[in-house]
């Protein structure tokens, strides 16, 4: 195929990029680098199949030639509100790249007749009162909260995808990413893995806010990949939920990561800081990913640890 792929230069998006190319597939990315990083795809620059292009999806696209699959994946996706690549700080741009570019990229789906995958996300469920949290549950979201532009983005994400599927025949599909960790993480991303290991490796206290008490389930990358690109090569069109369910409160995390990093330096406690619409509990429920792509993660949170704390340190 050749793969059309919005967001490319983003963390998931470069991972993507290299599983693609490895089953002899080309790709052209597009991306505007607010968030993404030339230097994720460096690697790639000159390889036969791979192409890149400035741009922002929120603009019409046009692409010349062939195109059998789109992949859209282009949106700042870190809730920290002391990020710089968060959507805290770049509303306007998260709510264009859910609305404006879902719609865009569909456009070329719909122009070529390929295949679609979105790129949706578990905060669609927002502060659940269901756990875990199936592909069958509709969500508890503050429509007008801090977190809204995107967790209202990508609901709208997944209508219009679902919209074109139905109205005009469009072979979609939707992945419902839970949280995921792993090399090429930005170091300054302000999420939880990145903030840990960034502090370990600096034999620095790791800053926990509250009592560390809330819940994530995290997926290592590679995982990741094989599910979005079983899902991307399957006939599923219902959102699946891609993510670890081996549920881990934020203190074991940063336990975790200080024993892997060799921290002596421990954990302190800073007050609470969170809205009431960010999630205590996040845990994907992931029998559809089983049961429909016999996809399942592989990799333990401490070997994936592992290895994104040997990633930072040849990066710092």
Known sequence: MRVLMTGGAGFIGSHFCDRLLAEGHAVMVIDN???????????LAGRDGFTFVRYDVSNFIFVPGAVEA???LASPASPNPASRFGYPQLPIQTLKAGALGTHNALGVARARQARFLLASTSEIYGNP?????????????????????????????EAITMA???QHGIDTRIARIFNTYGPRMRRDDGRAVPNFITQAIAHEPLTVYGNGSQTR????VDDLIEGLYRLLTSDVHDPVNLGNPDEITIRQLAEVTNRLAGNPAGIIALPERRD???PDRRQPDIRRARESLGWSPKVDLETGLARTIDDFRKGS
């Not at 607010?34 to 795809?41: C, F, P, Q, R």
């Open 217 to 220: 389930s995290f997926c290592y």
């Open 33 to 43: 680098l607010i968030t993404g990083s030339a230097e994720n795809l460096a690697h």
């Open 129 to 157: 009162e269901v756990h875990p949290q199936s592909e069958a549950y509709w969500g508890r979201v503050d429509p007008i909260g801090p977190r809204s532009v995107y967790d209202e983005a990508k609901r709208f994400a």
């Open 164 to 166: 074109y599927h139905r």
């Open 70 to 72: 789109v992949v859209h």
């Open 276 to 278: 009431a619409s960010d």
